[in-house]
């Protein structure tokens, strides 16, 4: 944590200096603009209400699932039936906020998704929600979540998360998983298919089953660390290390992209 707070600092001088250079330099005749760069999260909600609202639906033509919330946590898993079944924790500083908020599922297409609905004066930071998911093998989920923990587990299908400020764990996947992490640690572990990994200010390890096909890595660390077993041929230069590689065919990409982290890629054989 203190090294992602140096890191944190770094960056922000550095920008606030860039920025400064390229739009407040001082002109003739013309006042110096003032340039404020902050960056924090927010402080987690003291809850002191809570509600459950459960959802169920048959599959039918739907095809994708988006979960979108903050604080608490989100556990998703593969189900072995066609119904989706969502538990949603609603979480308040409140009763009375308790009553303004729910979770809405709206359905569009062939896309179904559920977030937060919060009255008219309320803050977003004053409410949370955590999910409870099992879906139907095979379906798109997107999770974009901040501020607590997402779990999923022997899922079957196409993943993306989207966090900030999360500790994320991933174990057992068959399909093809997307993330763009920032602020969190990240733990993927028995992933078969391919892989896209954005990270910032994060600590991520993967491991990688053996699959036909192969993988193709391409892996690109600025400022960070990257280590494991990955059967890939690194190359540092000043602050960026760059990997690449591929076993059997090289069918399945694994692309890689880390600022201000630390990166584990290890391959089971």
Same mark, same amino acid.
């Given at each position: 944590?203190?090294?992602?707070?140096?890191?944190?600092?770094?960056?922000?001088?550095?920008?606030?200096?860039?920025?400064?250079?390229?739009?407040?330099?001082?002109?003739?005749?013309?006042?110096?603009?003032?340039?404020?760069?902050?960056?924090?999260?927010?402080?987690?909600?003291?809850?002191?209400?809570?509600?459950?609202?459960?959802?169920?639906?048959?599959?039918?033509?739907?095809?994708?699932?988006?979960?979108?919330?903050?604080?608490?946590?989100?556990?998703?898993?593969?189900?072995?039936?066609?119904?989706?079944?969502?538990?949603?924790?609603?979480?308040?500083?409140?009763?009375?906020?308790?009553?303004?908020?729910?979770?809405?599922?709206?359905?569009? @297409?062939?896309?179904?998704?559920?977030?937060?609905? &919060? !009255?008219? #004066?309320? +803050?977003?930071?004053?409410?949370? /929600?955590?999910? %409870?998911?099992?879906?139907?093998?095979?379906?798109?989920?997107?999770?974009?979540?901040?501020?607590?923990?997402?779990?999923?587990?022997?899922?079957?299908?196409?993943?993306?998360?989207?966090?900030?400020?999360?500790?994320?764990?991933?174990?057992?996947?068959?399909?093809?998983?997307?993330?763009?992490?920032?602020?969190?640690?990240?733990?993927?572990?028995?992933?078969?298919?391919?892989?896209?990994?954005?990270?910032?200010?994060?600590?991520?390890?993967?491991?990688?089953?053996?699959? @036909?096909?192969?993988?193709?890595?391409?892996?690109? &660390? !600025?400022? #960070?660390? +990257?280590?494991?077993?990955?059967? /890939?041929?690194? %190359?540092?230069?000043?602050?960026?290390?760059?990997?690449?590689?591929?076993?059997?065919?090289?069918?399945?990409?694994?692309?890689?992209?880390s600022t201000f982290g630390s990166v584990?890629?290890?391959?089971?054989?």
């Amino acid at each position: 944590m203190r090294i992602r707070r140096i890191a944190l600092v770094t960056l922000a001088l550095v920008s606030l200096l860039f920025i400064l250079d390229l739009r407040c330099g001082p002109q003739l005749g013309q006042e110096q603009s003032s340039v404020r760069f902050d960056v924090r999260p927010r402080l987690p909600i003291e809850s002191q209400a809570s509600k459950t609202q459960r959802f169920s639906r048959p599959q039918g033509g739907l095809v994708s699932l988006v979960l979108d919330g903050s604080y608490g946590t989100v556990q998703i898993k593969s189900g072995t039936g066609e119904e989706l079944l969502v538990s949603a924790a609603v979480l308040a500083q409140t009763e009375e906020d308790l009553e303004r908020v729910q979770v809405v599922e709206t359905v569009t @297409d062939s896309e179904i998704s559920y977030g937060l609905a &919060v !009255s008219d #004066g309320m +803050l977003p930071d004053q409410v949370g /929600v955590g999910y %409870q998911v099992e879906v139907p093998a095979g379906m798109e989920v997107a999770v974009q979540y901040s501020h607590g923990k997402v779990e999923i587990e022997d899922f079957v299908g196409y993943l993306r998360l989207v966090t900030r400020f999360c500790s994320v764990e991933v174990r057992g996947l068959a399909g093809s998983l997307s993330v763009d992490n920032q602020f969190g640690n990240l733990k993927l572990e028995e992933i078969a298919g391919p892989l896209t990994l954005d990270d910032a200010f994060a600590t991520s390890t993967v491991q990688l089953l053996a699959i @036909d096909g192969g993988y193709d890595f391409q892996i690109e &660390v !600025s400022n #960070g660390t +990257l280590s494991g077993d990955a059967p /890939v041929e690194r %190359q540092a230069q000043r602050d960026m290390i760059t990997a690449a590689g591929s076993t059997g065919a090289g069918r399945h990409p694994v692309a890689i992209r880390s600022t201000f982290g630390s990166v584990t890629v290890n391959l089971e054989r």
